[in-house]
Every structure is written in C-alpha cells, then in structure tokens.
Nanobody, 115 residues
Framework: QVQLAESGGGLVQPGGSLRLSCAAS????????MGWSRQAPGKERELVAA???????EYPDSVKGRFTISRDSAKNTVYLQMNSLKPEDTAVYFC?????????WGQGTQVTVSS
C-alpha cells in the first residue's frame, strides 16, 4: 500500500494561485499513476489532473490551461499548481495513487476561492 499526505490548501482570492503537494510513502515502486481529484459540497468527486509513471498528463477541460501536475521523483512528491483560480474551484482536493492491485487516497486538503 501507499500512504499519501497532502498539503498546501487554503483560502485564495479569485484569479490567485495555489500549489498543492502530495508526499507518497510505502510501496511507491508499484505506482503507475498519480493524480488529484476534488469534491465540492453536493457534487461528485472529479478528476482534475493525473500523471503516469511515464510522465503523460491528463486534465479535464474545466482546468486545462490553468492547472499543472508535476512530480519530483527524488522526493516521492506530486504537485498541483493551480493558477487563475475561480470560485467554482472551491472543493476538497484529494491526492490519489493507482497501482495494478490497489488504489490509495489522501485525507484531502480544502481549497477555498473567495473574495
């Protein structure tokens, strides 16, 4: 299994930026994809960014061009850089890791975009 610890959430004004971090520990060698999902009150959880072990990235149209996922393999950490934030980006953001035999999720970090 993999343990994930997110950090970097908070309150930001519309148009602002935040960077989320996700530190992974445990059976890291088994991970073939990591990503970030979010869940707003009353809404389903949605994927906002993913990166494969080969470095390919994936974003939904709602965040494409504003969010960037990256990784630092030496630190076993994945980042989500969020720019041009909008009030509709307000949600709890979860880091996730996927392997052939399991999926792991972090506890989540709150991101609030408000003036």
């Amino acid at each position: 299994q993999v343990q994930l610890a997110e950090s970097g959430g908070g309150l930001v004004q519309p148009g602002g930026s935040l960077r989320l971090s996700c530190a992974a520990s445990g059976s890291i060698f088994s991970i073939n994809r990591m990503g970030w999902s979010r869940q707003a009150p009353g809404k389903e959880r949605e994927l906002v960014a993913a990166i494969t072990s080969g470095g390919m990235t994936e974003y939904p149209d709602s965040v494409k061009g504003r969010f960037t996922i990256s990784r630092d393999s030496a630190k076993n950490t994945v980042y989500l850089q969020m720019n041009s934030l909008k009030p509709e980006d307000t949600a709890v953001y979860f880091c996730n890791a996927f392997a052939k035999t399991f999926a792991s999720w972090g506890q989540g970090t709150q991101v609030t975009v408000s003036s």
